[in-house]
């Protein structure tokens, strides 16, 4: 949401500011500066990544214009439900609690967590995890590395994605320029057309450069970075929960678990540890 604000903020503000210059909207139409340089960061794009980091860019896109932002209450009720099935485990055994992992989807538990079960990559952390305590008597550190593993890999699949976008809006102002001297090539063609002729091919080559910079630094790089603050968020959620299992693999009660995972979470969204408490115990 806040990114279609943005968009609109940035287009809003160099138009209203070109027109209040006096400027003529009309002028910074010119098809042929967009498609060459639009044209030359499609082809840049295509020639430095691999046609996997291509579609990965593709479908991950469309995140920077969702509201992906899990609140207060989206962390308390995910680790409600996860203290819920620890503490079923720790009563009637952790074989009791293996339907709820072999398929999640029907469990009345972690149900309750909309964050936990409609997320795939969450869902399959835990759960792919919970399979490992279940198959055996896992020591905690192994299971500890097991995760830190699988949160590194993730890292390492994703991050190319805003690393890539950044790339080409760094390179953006390049074919700007590229596009600008294109315009003036074609001026210096026609400079025995008349004053007006000219003066009309130096604006189409002005607008090449602006347009570069401006898609640059007013689009495409702040695209980048809020792709790079996803990943950092959806790293930070698995965090959480590798704390809240580690916590119980070692022993501590669900409740001290669950503390323990909830001083993981961002300050922002943080519960207190008396909202947490009260939650976990069921009280008003």
């Known amino acids: 949401m806040f990114a279609i604000i943005g968009v609109v903020v940035v287009v809003v503000a160099v138009v209203v500011g070109f027109t209040m210059a006096g ?70 055994g952790l074989l009791t609690i293996e339907k709820h992992i072999e398929k999640p989807e029907e469990s009345d538990i972690l149900n309750k967590s909309k964050m ?45 994605v805003s690393e890539t976008i950044g790339k080409v809006g760094d390179a953006l102002p390049g074919l700007g320029i590229v596009a600008a001297v294109l315009g003036i090539i074609v001026t210096m063609g026609s400079i025995n057309q008349g004053a007006e002729a000219v003066g009309h091919h130096v604006a189409a080559a002005l607008v090449g450069t602006f347009l570069g910079v401006l898609l640059s630094y007013g689009f495409v790089n702040p695209m980048a970075s809020n792709l790079h603050h ?15 299992i580690i916590g119980f693999a070692k022993g501590n009660p669900p409740l001290v678990a669950a503390e323990m995972a909830r001083r993981v979470i961002f300050s922002d969204e943080r519960p207190t540890f008396q909202e947490l408490e009260t939650s976990l115990r069921g009280k008003k």
């Not at 962390?75 to 620890?86: C, D, P, S, V």
């Not at 409609?118 to 097991?146: I, Q, R, Y």
């Not at 996803?230 to 809240?244: G, M, P, S, Y």
Request: charged share 25%; glycine share 4%.
């Open 23 to 92: 400027g003529n909207l009309v002028l910074l139409i010119q098809i042929s500066e967009f498609i060459t340089i639009g044209g030359a960061a499609i082809g840049s794009l295509l020639i430095s990544s691999p046609a996997s980091l291509i579609k990965k860019i593709v479908s991950q896109i469309t995140q920077v214009f969702k509201s992906h932002k899990n609140t207060k209450e989206d962390y308390i009720e995910m680790l409600k439900a996860i203290n819920t099935l620890f503490l079923t485990a720790q009563r009637e």
């Open 230 to 244: 996803i990943v950092e968020e959806k790293v930070q959620d698995l965090q959480i929960i590798k704390a809240f």
């Open 116 to 160: 936990l079960i409609h997320d795939e990559l969450k869902k399959n952390f835990f759960c792919d995890t919970m399979k490992v305590m279940l198959a055996g008597s896992v020591p905690p550190h192994d299971m500890e590395n097991l995760m830190d593993t699988e949160i590194e890999t993730f890292v390492a699949e994703n991050r190319p």
